[in-house]
């Protein structure tokens, strides 16, 4: 079983940028697709973005389309989400998610591994 610890995170302007870490011990994630997902209060969980285990695919939601890019380091067997131009209505908790099925999914069901979650306030 791969455990996810995700770091980063905070109180940020509108128009600003945070980058959020997501690492994974017990395996590596180059075994695994990977998907970004985010909770607002009261809200069902949201896709943000992901990419197939290759790389090759990758999906990411309209509402961050250009502005969220995912990214991994191997060596550091780290993931990341880079949020640029962000808007107060990115508020959530973001989380990281794995799972070792084929493509990209964006569901959160099909994911079996979930980083802890990570606060984003984005001010006006």
């Known amino acids: 079983q791969v455990q996810l610890v995700q770091s980063g995170g905070g109180l940020v302007q509108a128009g600003g940028s945070l980058r959020l870490p997501c690492t994974a011990s017990?395996?590596?994630?180059?075994?695994?697709?990977m998907g970004w997902f985010r909770q607002a209060p009261g809200k069902e969980r949201e896709f943000v973005g992901a990419?197939?285990?290759?790389?090759?695919?990758?999906n990411y939601a309209d509402s961050v389309k250009g502005r969220f890019t995912i990214s991994r380091d191997t060596a550091k067997n780290t993931v990341y989400l880079q949020m640029n131009s962000l808007k107060p209505e990115d508020t959530a908790v973001y989380y990281c998610?794995?799972?070792?099925?084929?493509?990209?999914?964006?569901?959160?069901?099909?994911?079996?591994?979930w980083g802890q979650g990570t606060q984003v306030t984005v001010s006006s």
């Open positions: 990419f197939s285990r290759s790389g090759g695919m990758t």
């Open positions: 017990g395996r590596t994630l180059s075994s695994y697709a």
């Open positions: 998610a794995a799972h070792g099925g084929y493509g990209v999914r964006i569901l959160p069901n099909v994911y079996d591994y």
